[in-house]
């Protein structure tokens, strides 16, 4: 049962790159990328093996602007941040930590917010930074002469549709250039000087009417002057020179300067390409432009020149990169090599949650990215182990590893033990695991116990006896036996000391303490439950980090990251013994005993989501699950090129398992594939696939034509069993009681399938329901609908069964663009706003036929999905199965959570926040109170009835000290309140 309370918490951190800049901030010497994904700033250092992540860190806001600049008297520069609600502030690095300079709000009274996204720039004389944030307003911050920000004053800007600003080089007054848009769609450009005494701008001597049409960048040029981006055309104008170049018709989102001079520029466009621009010059005059083409890279949201060659790709569409530019192409005539890769999964524009190895844990599947880097992405939780050999054996009762010297880096034995027998394997010169003898060891009983000894020593424990043998020879040394009429049945051997105890029990529950050695203390006692069957437990090695298996009927790896446990799930569906096995072969690996198998694996990421990546060179828009057929359906186009009239729109058919491609449907030129919705019907026992389309035509403001195809799956193949045209887009489609629930442009309509004379099927319409202004999100449960608006929120219909009627019960009365909705239960709904708010409301108790809002929290990202599920595998018996959860997906590639929780738990944790939000401090000296409120133009409301997982779960990476500073002042125990929020930790 859903609550008025939620949590709300990140599983997955923002991916997408807006922002990117390259400077020397951490040190005078140091080469840094500094990068902007969405509320976070992740600094990088170069190095020569590439870019060494140095740390990354949450903002309380959202980030719209970037910039690094340098005063005069420093050696190293500071950071500019501009965020989306109008703060701002200016960071720099101390050596140890990052601290705020400088901070101020540039929120203007009754402005109007800029339509075309924040505009953040720093005069390239470090005398003023320029902000434009409003439709007629341009807001200036002078620096001081000790390079401090003077208070921010506003300069009127007689271009209300400005595409682009940007200060001038080479000005004696600070000068910029406005790209702007006049009421007839034309586009010019024009010089203002800066007069801060009068507040005012002068005009500049250069200007320029009637640009290239899809003139969108300005790029000032250290030569002087100014180069204009466009669709057709690149233009060099200053107010002696003017140069142009034709290009192929392309939309270039992204420029980043090359050579400080200026006489370099990379360019990427939307189909992937990187071209270099070239500008000669003579005696400081601009005399050419060339372009030559680089190759092929992620679409580039931004791009930063770093050194020698190396240039980093950000991207919103795709995966960012690390290139290197060669002067000698390739064989397909680039000259870009790409060097790594940096995921990203956003945006999300749809998902779904399924339990595809049906364990009763969740994966989410993604429609990712966006044009040629669009992709199908499958998230789950847990770790993957990649097998690199196996081979059949029956019977193992045991697995260890052994080396010649505990000092040395790589294993040498693997030992194997049957219920009478012990064999011994041993790597040989050529690298190949081949069995071998160790002379000392008994061979003819099951081992015990087998490990490495001090001093070169290796230890054997059977039944009978202890062995003592060298490990450079392999002579017995020593023995013990056990007495007559005696034999050992448990024994461990350990050469280390650790700091945490684990006990598994019979029935599936481990419980965890901390050990405290020198005091002999247990502590800070926490129960878990990873199945239903006894555990063994492993202690292995791996990237100089130790880590735990738990093998049982749900094998999971139990690993310390950010100061807390980590319980994730491994991609093996049973498993008996294991151990390190680290070879020079096979590097950091570990060897797997199954029930009739052995195996040699790796783990090769330690990342608590596990990411697959379906690239598909096309967009996918919406996609759905099918328990039946055990299949994927998605929605998905592909951009229009010079042989097609219009974006080419599919309907694909992925196996459950490969993802690989089992039948694709064509839709028709200018068809759109709107929503897809696997349901079953009443009187029929097949599942099927249905798909909402829309015929988006040149000359229609407005789709006034669609169709709901009906497809069955057979033999792996989409079979189009009915098709039902509608007067209208079909945006959303809902299995509702038999029944199939459209919304199609302002209806909601219900549809049953009736069956014909000839014993096919067709949808028939049962009755319809005239929504609010454009209904693009329905949910439904039981009887009841939820509809969530363009303009209108959140509204609540009822189906009337005995009637055939669909009617209208309540609504919100706010206003808000509606993203993503989901009924959290029976009373309870929430919904996603396009000003980055989430909102719950359910029936008014006083007030008949309206919806009250009854909680509000701003997120900071835009939500496209919200779905029912869970990332992990609760058990009736864990604290955390009890919350019920949804899943969100949001534009900038982060995945979260959001639990309804209990009164009093709500109360604890609003305190927790509360204590936190004081005692952490904040980057920036931003207010945590303030950038959770909600927020829209019309009004700002503080948040309530939800609370803040992402600030509670970091209580666990506080130092001991802190973290019993803040249970003081909660007034608890701080053991509890450590599980307490571990607990909360495990949702995701």
């Not at 199908?376 to 059949?392: E, H, K, L």
């Not at 389309?693 to 033999?715: H, Q, S, W």
Request: charged letters at 20%; one cysteine or more.
């Amino acid at each position: 049962m859903a609550t008025e309370w939620n949590y709300v918490v990140t599983a997955h951190k923002s991916t997408a790159v807006s922002r990117s800049c390259v400077g020397n901030f951490t040190a005078p010497h140091h080469l840094n990328l500094i990068v902007a994904k969405c509320t976070r700033i992740e600094i990088y250092l170069l190095t020569p093996q590439g870019l060494q992540l140095m740390f990354d860190v949450p903002l309380y806001g959202t980030i719209a602007t970037l910039e690094l600049f340098r005063s005069h008297s420093e050696a190293q520069d500071f950071l500019f941040v501009g965020l989306e609600r109008y703060r701002y502030c200016i960071l720099y690095w101390d050596g140890r930590q990052l601290l705020t300079r400088s901070g101020g709000d540039a929120s203007h009274f009754g402005g109007r917010p800029t339509d075309n996204g924040q505009i953040g720039i720093i005069d390239l004389h470090h005398r003023l930074i320029g902000l434009h944030l409003y439709d007629g307003l341009f807001k200036v911050i002078p620096f001081d002469n000790q390079g401090q920000l003077k208070e921010p004053l506003n300069i009127r800007l007689q271009e209300l549709l400005v595409l682009d600003i940007k200060f001038l080089y080479g000005c004696e007054i600070p000068t910029v250039a406005v790209l702007y848009q006049d009421n007839k769609d034309a586009r010019h450009v024009k010089t203002y000087e800066i007069a801060l005494e009068d507040k005012e701008f002068v005009e500049g001597s250069w200007s320029q009417n009637n640009l290239d049409n899809g003139a969108r960048l300005l790029v000032p040029v250290p030569l002087g002057g100014v180069i204009i981006i466009g669709e057709d055309t690149i233009v060099h104008w200053s107010s002696t020179t003017f140069k142009s170049l034709s290009i192929n018709q392309a939309i270039i989102g992204a420029v980043g300067r090359v050579d400080p001079d200026g006489s370099r520029y990379l360019y990427g466009d939307n189909t992937g390409s990187l071209h270099l621009l070239v500008i000669t010059q003579e005696r400081g005059r601009v005399t050419d432009l060339k372009t030559h083409y680089m190759g092929g890279t992620s679409i580039a949201s931004t791009i930063s020149y770093l050194d020698s060659g190396l240039v980093y790709i950000g991207s919103q569409f795709g995966d960012s990169q690390l290139i290197k530019l060669n002067n000698q192409a390739d064989a397909s005539g680039s000259f870009v090599e790409i060097l790594e890769q940096y995921m990203n999964i956003g945006p999300i524009v749809d998902l779904c949650v399924v339990d595809l190895e049906r364990q009763g844990q969740g994966q989410v599947i993604t429609c990712s990215g966006a044009h040629k880097d669009g992709s199908i992405r499958a998230i789950r939780n847990g770790i993957v182990i990649t097998s690199q050999a196996s081979v059949q054996l029956q019977g193992i009762k045991g697995l260890w590893s052994l080396k010649t010297s505990l000092n040395d880096q790589y294993d040498t034995f693997l030992v194997v033990t049957f219920i009478n027998e012990t064999h011994f394997l041993a790597m040989n010169k050529e690298n190949e695991l081949a069995e071998t003898d160790i002379e000392g060891f008994d061979s003819e009983t099951q081992t015990l116990v087998c490990g490495s000894a001090i001093h070169n020593q290796l230890i054997q424990v059977t039944a009978n006896s202890v062995r003592l043998v060298s490990s450079t020879s392999l002579d017995l040394l020593d023995q013990w036996f056990a007495p007559t009429g005696f034999s050992i049945n448990v024994a461990a051997a350990n050469a280390s000391q650790v700091s945490y105890l684990f006990c598994g029990l019979g029935d599936g529950h481990l419980f965890s303490f901390v050990l405290n050695i020198s005091k002999c203390e247990l502590s800070a006692r926490r129960r878990f439950s990873l199945g239903t069957q006894p555990i063994s437990l492993y202690k292995f090695s791996s990237h100089n980090r130790t880590h735990v298996f738990a093998a049982s009927d749900r094998p999971t790896l139990i690993y310390s990251s950010d100061k807390k446990l980590l319980y994730s799930y491994v991609n093996l569906k049973e498993m008996s013994h294991v151990c390190p096995f680290n070879t020079a072969v096979s590097p950091e690996s570990i060897a797997i005993a199954k029930e009739a198998e052995l195996s040699v694996g790796a783990i090769n990421d330690f990342r608590k989501l596990h990411i697959h990546t379906i690239p598909l060179n096309e967009q996918a828009r919406r996609i759905c699950y099918q328990e039946q057929s055990r299949t994927l359906a998605f929605c998905s186009f592909k951009d229009k090129d010079i042989h097609t009239e219009s974006e080419t729109h599919f309907v694909h058919l992925l196996d459950h398992q490969t993802f690989g491609f089992l039948s694709t449907h064509t839709l028709d030129t200018f068809e759109w594939g709107c929503s897809i919705v696997s349901c079953s019907f009443s009187d029929d026992e097949n599942s099927y696939y249905c798909v909402g389309t829309a015929y988006v035509l040149p000359m229609e403001n407005e789709p006034t034509k669609g169709r709901i195809l009906v497809f069955l799956v057979e033999k792996g193949e989409l079979q189009l069993i009915s098709e039902k045209e509608t007067k209208g887009a079909v945006y959303s489609l809902n299995a509702f009681n038999g029944k199939l629930l459209a919304a199609i442009n302002q209806q909601i309509r219900l549809y049953k399938w009736v069956q014909r004379d000839d014993r096919s099927h067709e949808l028939q319409s049962e009755c319809s329901y005239h929504s609010e202004v454009l209904p693009m999100h329905t949910q439904t449960r039981g009887d009841f609908i939820v509809v969530g608006d363009i303009m209108r929120s959140l509204s609540l219909l009822v189906y009337k069964h005995d009637e055939g009627l669909i009617e209208y019960k309540a609504r919100d009365l706010n206003t808000s663009w509606i993203s993503a909705v989901e009924m959290l239960d029976d009373d309870i709904y929430i919904g996603a706003d396009n000003c980055c708010n989430l909102f719950t409301v359910r029936e008014s108790e006083t007030h008949e036929g309206r919806l009250d809002v009854i909680g509000e929290y701003h997120l900071g990202d835009l939500v496209n999905s919200l779905q029912h599920g869970s990332l992990v595998k609760h058990h009736t018996r864990s604290l955390v199965g009890k919350y019920p959860t949804a899943i969100f997906g949001t534009i900038s590639g982060a995945i979260g959570v959001i639990a309804s929780i209990p009164s009093n738990l709500h109360m604890i944790l609003e305190k927790l926040q509360s204590i936190l939000a004081k005692s952490i401090k904040s980057v920036g000296n931003l207010s945590h109170a303030e950038w959770r409120s909600f927020y829209n133009v019309r009004r700002t409301s503080v948040a309530r009835n939800f609370v803040d997982g992402d600030l509670i779960e970091l209580f666990l990476k506080l130092s001991p000290s802190h973290k019993l500073a803040v249970a003081r002042a909660m007034g608890v125990d701080v053991d509890k309140l450590c599980l307490l929020v571990e607990e909360l930790a495990d949702l995701h």
